[in-house]
């Protein structure tokens, strides 16, 4: 037998090995991600907590003769006091508007529905939503053997059966969300806790995971990601509080109800970009629809003034000295992310956003 025709004996190449083995852990790492990805946003919004609490107790660590764990300690009485004197401040007011909304909305649905009848296209509007809203459902077929009923009366009809089904499965579907958003709440704000009294220590055993001759490398960029968010969170907070207030007070200005729970509401919305700010108008307009046609108006007005100076002027300053997030990469991420993880991902989207753009700038810096 030639030479030619023996079969090839040599050892596989162990580079080529090591590139194989390297593409099969990455997709290894990156389907036990996929899997496990509730519990790595848990850990990103515990994150966002422990960033948070470092941003106060930071200057009062700087001002004060307080050592870092009493600043800390200052920081978290600081935000639960904040919130106990929202909740026993604006509690009622959000409560009284609640009560305030559920009594009004049947009359407004009606008042729409009368204002849409008298167009084509809005009676076509409302008729498809009846459809979906389960409203034109025909009448259950009649027992075998009985006279089939006369033309019902009303057509818009429920069968109870299935009403009752319906609300069951919905007021279970309810519980069970409210139950789990509650329990993911308590573990980000305990994990949130944990981060921020020992962020050293949680930093290092992450580095742990990155090869030992790009720890020092991973290591800044680890710490000027941390600085990015911290610097988008002080500058997101100052913008949400701008909102509520000049919201808050445009509404009282106007003669809404409870201004202030209308403030509270758009400050909140505010951390969710683009659908955050168009979603707080709902409730001020829902308000406003029964006190007057000028009064709707003028409640546009208000929100769409103090977005449009929270767009034009707040931000540009605030982006200055904070995380410039560039208004594209803002859009395709909520877009991305809401498509990829549901309504946590709307939230979630900004920071994520800002902190992987801040991590690439991190890694690649740019060119001189």
Known sequence: MSDAAKPDR???????????????????ALLVAWRLLHVLLLLFGASLVAVLLHAIADPIEERTPLTRKWSLTVAVLAVVAVIGA????FGREVGAQVSILSARLPAAWAEVRARADEIPLGRQMVERLDHWAGQTAEPAAPPEGEAEPGPPTDTGALRLPDVGGGVVSGVTNA????????????VVLAAGL?????????????????????????????????????????GTLFCMAVVGVLTAVGAWAIGLPSPLALGLIAGLL?????IGPT??????VLLALNLGMETV???LAVYIGVQQLESNLIVPIVQRRMVALPPVITLFAVIAFAVLLGPIGVVLATPLAATIFVAVKALYPPED
């Open 10 to 28: 040599r050892g596989l190449d162990p580079a080529f090995v090591r590139r194989v083995l390297f593409v099969f852990g990455v997709a290894i």
């Open 270 to 274: 505010e951390f969710v970009p683009l």
């Open 297 to 299: 108006l003028w409640t």
């Open 279 to 284: 979603l707080s108008v709902v409730p001020g």
């Open 175 to 186: 519980v069970g969300s409210a139950v789990g958003a509650v329990v993911d709440l308590i």
């Open 86 to 89: 929202a909740g026993w401040l």
């Open 194 to 234: 944990y981060l921020a009294a020992a962020p050293g220590h949680y930093r290092r055993g992450a580095l742990f995971l990155v090869p030992r001759s790009h720890r020092e490398r991973a290591g800044e960029v680890f710490d000027i990601t941390a600085q990015g968010l911290k610097r988008w969170l002080i």
